[in-house]
């Protein structure tokens, strides 16, 4: 504060130095200023005074002057002019005194402002230097007092900071000696504690001693205990080895029935986990019939679709060829009847022409001949077919119909690209003849005596496949399933024979006969080893199997399959009739027709040329007879005339002559 | 990874996100990006480069704008960069260019204006009349009227006489010839076609002086001709804005200050007027006294005129009266007791006034008994300089008695007026307490 203060003074003195300067030259300023106002003064007297002096002596002057005129002598005339001259001219001189005295002051006056303007300048000069001077005290003290601020400030700063640290560093030392009795004392502690520890120890491992000493004894004594019972028992044993026990057995089972039970325990575990690998695999495998199932929908949609389109495009095809074909017979027929009419001159009678009432597809005309009979046919057929060509002595003639043979193959090609397996085609034919007789036979007794009666007339393989035709319409046995019939069948009896044998073997029979059914089992199947007990049965699961799978489907494939192979037996002979409206016999006649008809257009075009030579030959005769009509007028020209009517007569003879000869030749 | 084209078509291109995640790295490593120069600092460098075809300055952020101001030209056209650049660091720029000295201090903080008012005084002060067009100066009009605030001009330069007249001046021949030109006009820049069309212009600083004339030295030179002072007059007349006129070393007579104060009398934003260093008498003194109390003047100074009885007489009656005046200064005038006496009665009824300056005049004892009762009472006048008057012992004993009732003077001078030492300490220990009552 006391710096503080003083440089408050510094800050009040020091301009009061400056302020003294310029109140000094204010005060100077304002004493020129009256000096100069006195100086004025004075001067604008002394002016005043020697103008009132010079008035006085020009008065004087002028009064001279006109005392002048009263004098009359030369000498006074010019002692008056000396005088005169002398006044004015002291007057002039006093004048010029004056301005001399005023050149003088203002002489001063120049000197004194040149003075006056340099002692503003060191007055200046001197001002400046106090200023500076001013400010560097000013700086200086400025400093200072900067310098003690900050030195006391340091001196604070110190003092606090010297203060601030010696009582960190008492807080410390009592921290320390806190943490130093604190650990004194845990280490007592942990002394005590390690004595109590070790105390223990010795203690329980004593007690633990003792202990195990004791058991040990216990043990001993126990072990020999249970060695005096091994021997009590040992001799018991002898004893008992003796008599029979009760109790042993009972033992022995109760063992085996633990280990039964353990059995037991592990089987059903593992049953358990098998069932449900089962139920997994089960599930993905109907997962996959599901889907196979839908697939199986899918295609069997499409198969229709394709077959209904096909039908159609097929009937389309046909109406449309039909109607060409028609209309070609039917300009045929016309062309023949002229030509019968008008050429050879005999009557025409139309040809019968069934066809040609109908239109549209030739329907199957037997629906009562099912495909199943078809497919006992074929079997049937073609057994004797293979047998005729098997068999080298041909012993057994064919008895094939030629023209049923290209229809049964087709069936059987059918059959066989419809899906037929391949174990069914293995199945001989023979088999399966034999099996179908067999069924023949062992069924009768299904069939009515009327149906029966009826097929009396026909021969014994005919008869037979009437009756089989009958009797699997009456199962709802398609064509298709005839051969797994068989197969099933045989099958069954194989199996009831396997156990027949089954039986001997356990009789004791050899096994000689089972080796020979083995080798033979599937192709030579004679009827020796199909009995009714193993038919009917066999029969029966087979239906009811067969009833249950193709239930639905059976009803579904059979519409479609009907129409798919529908007979084309029919339509060879139809398209056939059609083409052979007009016979051998009568394409020769029109054969022969043509080639009279081509002369006879040679003929007439011959004529026709003719013809037109006969008009020119006309006009020319018309002329001539213009100018014979012109000359006869003249009586010279009668000869030319007669000349001219002859030639003419014998053009119209050659004419009539052609023409007779081809009227001959058309007869 | 043969894909189909139709498959890359529909996805998403993979090759194409493949281009996207690339990036450029620097080979060289010193290349940083600091050395690579912003798109948008090129931009703008070619802003620069073309500013005097396309200006395009206002549409700019602020960092823009500082960064374009940093590198424009000093050298453009003012009429092209006056209004549009804002102030900142070109106008800095062009001030340091021109001139070595430059205090922003005194021009507000305003770099601008500083440049516009320097740049006004430079043309007015070089302005010689019937050789300058006025058209030099009327051009800078528009340019700048919005930034002048203050002229201060220290010149003014008189008409170029004919040649041979110059001749005999450089030849230094005899007066009397030099006397015989002088029937031509001296008159100076004419201030009638300025001041009216700087609306903003606050302050005038006026002196009717030539700067380092040397040898061609002339009492005309520092003069102010009747015909000078008439258009001045109606020039301050038609400037609504003024508030501080300064009229230094002009030789002004009282028959001009009548013709000045004529015009300025109910002016409207007057404060302050100051006619120092001239030649004002009792005319002159009262009318200004007449303009006191029909204007708001604030500060009156007339140091160093020629002030008299009759003129502080006046003064002092419209100071009885003024409600606005502030400062009066009378330093260096004639004023004698009766003036001092009027003025300080006046100050009786004043409550004013805060500094009075009576300093270098001609009174004496009475004046200071007056002020003295003054003083006892008023608590208004802070500020007080009756220095280089003969006051005497008496007079000092008055104020002393008189000082130990005021609080409210902070400063008084009284050096060389004859008082006594004891007078004298205790006045400034008095004025020193209430300077620390103050504080």
């Known amino acids: ?667 | 990874m043969s894909r189909s084209p139709y498959l890359q078509g529909a996805t998403i291109n993979p090759a194409e996100d493949f281009r996207r995640m690339r990036r450029i790295v620097a080979e060289d490593l010193d290349w940083t990006l600091v050395i690579v120069p912003c798109l948008s600092k090129l931009c703008l460098q070619s802003f620069i480069r073309n500013f005097e075809e396309k200006p395009i300055f206002e549409e700019l952020s602020p960092t823009q704008r500082d960064f374009v101001q940093e590198g424009l030209s000093t050298s453009l056209p003012l009429n092209l960069t006056a209004n549009l650049i804002s102030d900142g660091v070109f106008w800095k720029r062009c001030c340091e260019e021109r001139w070595d000295l430059c205090d922003v201090s005194h021009y507000g903080h305003s770099w601008k204006r500083m440049f516009f008012e320097r740049h006004m005084e430079n043309i007015i002060e070089l302005f010689i009349p019937y050789s300058t067009e006025e058209k030099t100066v009327l051009e800078m009009v528009p340019l700048c009227k919005n930034y002048v605030k203050r002229l201060n001009i220290s010149q003014l330069l008189p008409p170029i006489r004919e040649p041979e007249g110059e001749e005999e001046d450089e030849l230094g021949l005899d007066s009397p010839y030099q006397n015989e030109n002088e029937g031509q006009s001296m008159d100076h820049f004419n201030f009638k076609i300025l001041l009216s069309k700087l609306t903003n212009l606050e302050e005038l600083h006026l002196v009717y002086k030539v700067n380092q004339c040397g040898m061609n030295f002339e009492w005309q030179m520092f003069e102010m001709t009747d015909k000078d002072c008439k258009s001045l007059a109606s020039a301050l007349k038609s400037c609504k804005t003024l508030k501080i006129l300064r009229l230094h070393e002009s030789h002004i007579e009282d028959k001009k200050c009548l013709l000045l104060v004529k015009h300025l009398l109910d002016h409207p934003s007057l404060r302050e007027l100051d006619f120092s260093h001239n030649l004002i008498g009792d005319k002159g003194a009262r009318a200004v006294a007449k303009l006191l109390n029909k204007s708001q003047l604030e500060t009156l100074n007339l140091y160093d005129n020629d002030i008299r009885d009759h003129g502080a007489k006046a003064l002092a009656h419209a100071l009885a009266k003024n409600p606005t005046l502030q400062s009066l200064n009378l330093r260096l005038n004639r004023v004698g007791d009766e003036g001092g006496q009027a003025i300080a009665n006046a100050l009786l009824n004043n409550k004013t006034l805060s500094h009075l300056h009576l300093g270098a005049n001609k009174v004496t004892e009475p004046t200071v008994i007056t002020l003295a009762k003054v003083i006892a009472q008023n608590n208004t006048l802070k500020s007080i300089n009756i220095s280089c008057n003969c006051l005497g012992e008496d007079g000092g004993k008055a104020l002393e008695e008189a000082m130990s009732y005021n609080t409210s003077i902070t400063e008084c001078d009284v050096c060389l007026t004859g008082m006594g030492e004891q007078s004298v300490s205790f006045i400034n220990q008095a004025v020193w307490t209430n300077k620390k009552n103050a504080i």
């Open chain 1, 1 to 667: 504060m006391v710096l503080s203060q003083r440089i408050l003074t510094l800050q009040r003195e020091l301009p009061e130095q400056i302020r003294n300067i310029q109140t000094a030259a204010d005060a100077k300023e304002s004493m020129r200023r009256t000096e100069q106002e006195k100086a004025c003064r004075l001067r604008l007297e002394l002016l005043e005074n020697d103008v009132k002096s010079s008035q006085e002596k020009f008065g004087e002057i002028i009064g001279e002057w006109s005392t002048a005129n009263q004098k009359i002598t030369p000498q006074e005339l010019q002692e008056l002019l000396n005088n005169q001259q002398k006044l004015s001219s002291a007057l002039l001189d006093d004048k010029k005194r004056v301005i001399n005295e005023l050149q003088q002051e203002l002489k001063v006056g120049d000197d004194r402002y040149v003075k006056d303007l340099r002692k503003h300048a060191e007055e200046l000069g001197l001002m400046m230097e106090r200023v500076e001077d001013q400010i560097k005290t000013l700086k200086m003290a400025y400093r200072e007092e900067l310098a003690h601020i900050q030195r006391i400030n340091q001196q604070e700063s110190e003092v606090l900071l010297t203060t601030d640290k010696a009582e960190w560093e008492q807080r410390l030392k009592a921290l320390w000696d806190k943490e130093l009795d604190r650990l004194m004392q845990r280490q007592e502690k942990v002394e005590e504690y390690n004595e109590k520890v070790e105390d223990v120890v010795l203690e329980t491992r004593d007690q633990f001693n003792d202990k195990q000493l004791g058991h040990n004894e216990k043990l001993m004594a126990m072990v020999r205990e249970r060695k005096q019972l091994e021997a009590a028992s040992m001799s018991t044993q002898r004893i008992l080895t003796v008599i029979p026990k009760p109790d042993g057995p009972d033992n022995l089972i109760q063992r085996k029935l633990r280990l039964v039970r353990k059995e037991m325990l592990n089987l059903k575990a593992q049953y358990s986990s098998q069932q449900k690998c089962i139920t997994q695999m089960k599930r993905q495998l109907t997962d996959r019939r599901n889907r196979i199932v839908q697939q199986h929908g899918h295609t069997q949609k499409k198969i229709q679709h394709f077959a209904v389109a096909d039908v159609k495009k097929f009937e389309q095809m046909w109406l449309m060829i039909e109607d060409e074909v028609k209309q070609l017979v039917e300009r045929v027929l016309v062309l023949d009847s002229i030509i019968y009419k008008q050429h050879l001159g005999l009557a025409w009678e139309r040809p019968h022409m069934a066809f040609m009432g109908r239109s549209g597809l030739i329907q199957p005309q037997k629906q009562t001949q099912s495909p199943t009979h078809q497919a006992v046919t074929q079997v049937i057929r073609t057994q004797d077919l293979q047998g005729s060509q098997r068999m080298t002595d041909a012993s057994v003639g064919p008895m094939l119909k030629t023209d049923a043979e290209s229809v049964t193959t087709e069936v059987h090609k059918a059959e066989s690209e419809g899906g037929a397996e391949v174990e069914e085609r293995k199945l001989s034919n023979e088999a399966l003849k034999t099996v179908m007789e067999l069924l023949c036979d062992e069924l009768g007794f299904l069939f009515e005596e009327k149906f029966l009666s009826q097929l009396a007339p026909l021969e014994e393989e005919e008869q037979a496949v009437m009756k089989l035709s009958s009797l699997f319409s009456a199962f709802g046995i398609s064509k298709r399933e005839v051969p797994r019939l068989a197969q099933v069948l045989l099958k069954h009896k194989n199996q009831k024979r396997l156990q027949t044998e089954d039986v001997c073997v356990e009789t004791g029979n050899s096994s000689d006969k089972a080796e020979d059914a083995g080798a033979s089992c599937m192709s030579h199947v004679t009827s020796e080893h199909m009995d009714l007990n193993h038919l009917l049965p066999a029969l029966k699961s087979f239906l009811e199997q067969h009833m249950r799978s193709r239930e639905v489907p059976a009803s579904q494939n059979l519409s479609f399959q009907c129409e798919a192979v529908r007979d084309t037996s029919e339509d060879q002979a139809y398209w056939e009739s059609m083409s052979n409206v007009i016979s051998e016999d009568k394409v020769k006649v029109w054969e022969a027709a043509e080639s009279k008809i081509k002369q006879y257009h040679a003929e007439l075009t011959e004529i026709s040329e003719l013809i037109t030579e006969t008009l020119s030959l006309e006009q020319q005769n018309a002329e001539l007879r213009v100018l014979l009509q012109q000359y006869l007028q003249s009586i010279v020209s009668v000869c030319v005339c007669v000349c001219v009517n002859l030639s003419v007569d014998k053009v119209s003879d050659s004419c009539h002559a052609v023409l007779l000869v081809i009227i001959s030749e058309r007869k």
